[in-house]
Antibody, heavy 119, light 110 residues
Framework: QVQLQESGPGLVKPSQTLSLTCTVS??????????WTWVRQNPGKGLEWIGY???????YFSPSLKSRVTISRDTVNNKFSLRLTSVSATDTAVYYC???????????WGQGTLVTVSS | DIVLTQSPGTLSLSPGDRATLSCWAS???????LAWYQQKPGQAPRLLIY???NRATGIPDRFSGSGSGTDFTLTISRLEPEDFAVYYC???????????FGPGTTVDVK
């Protein structure tokens, strides 16, 4: 059974960098043809796709966040990570990691982690 | 940029009712890359339908998807108590390609 679990600081100061990790169990992030993705949801709002990393290591990001986002992977520990620089209050959200089996939809989600940007 | 619109914003129904949720795309959806998700309070979204009409693993057959081009529908044939939630449509595509989510439809108890 494949499971994903987000982890990272719940509070980040404005202008600093948000860093989150998604630990994957039950599947290897470097095989299988899967895409591993990040999505966020501002409190009480809708869903916003951030970007993904392919099993090959290639990445792709939302154009609206591209200048501030990095997604990387640690194949030894089977994790992938999100870094979002220069955060502001509008980056306060629940951040979800997920898996795209077909590349075009997200069939497996982590439980999500709330990150608040505040001084 | 492609925009997804969902209607209605809120649908108030009773258990046993039929629910019909609509999703419109500002441009034609390519390669049938249209999916639906269910989200309950405090939970992550759950994939219901992919490729317009294919049920994801473990999804009951009371959920069905249909449509083509720019107009899509999620139908819940008979609402169960656990079906009251928010539903999002999602499209993959555009130039440059990426994920776009609709604003969601809330199905609540009448």
């Amino acid at each position: 059974q494949v499971q994903l679990q987000e982890s990272g600081p719940g509070l980040v100061k404005p202008s600093q960098t948000l860093s989150l990790t998604c630990t994957v169990s039950g599947a290897s992030i470097s095989s299988g043809g899967y895409y591993w993705t990040w999505v966020r949801q501002n409190p009480g709002k809708g869903l916003e796709w951030i970007g993904y990393i392919y099993y090959t290591g290639n990445t792709y990001f939302s154009p609206s966040l591209k200048s501030r986002v990095t997604i990387s992977r640690d194949t030894v520990n089977n994790k992938f990570s999100l870094r979002l620089t220069s955060v502001s209050a509008t980056d306060t959200a629940v951040y979800y990691c997920g898996r795209q089996s077909r590349g075009v939809d997200i069939d497996l989600w982590g439980q999500g982690t709330l990150v608040t940007v505040s001084s | 940029d492609i925009v997804l619109t969902q209607s209605p914003g809120t649908l108030s129904l009773s258990p046993g009712d039929r629910a019909t949720l609509s999703c419109w795309a500002s441009q034609s959806v390519t390669n049938n890359y249209l999916a639906w998700y269910q989200q309950k309070p405090g939970q992550a979204p759950r994939l219901l339908i992919y490729g317009i009409s294919n049920r994801a693993t473990g999804i009951p057959d009371r959920f069905s998807g249909s449509g083509s081009g720019t107009d899509f529908t999620l139908t819940i044939s008979r609402l169960e108590p656990e079906d009251f939630a928010v539903y999002y449509c999602q499209q993959y595509g555009g130039s440059p390609p990426g994920f776009i989510f609709g604003p969601g439809t809330t199905v609540d108890v009448k």
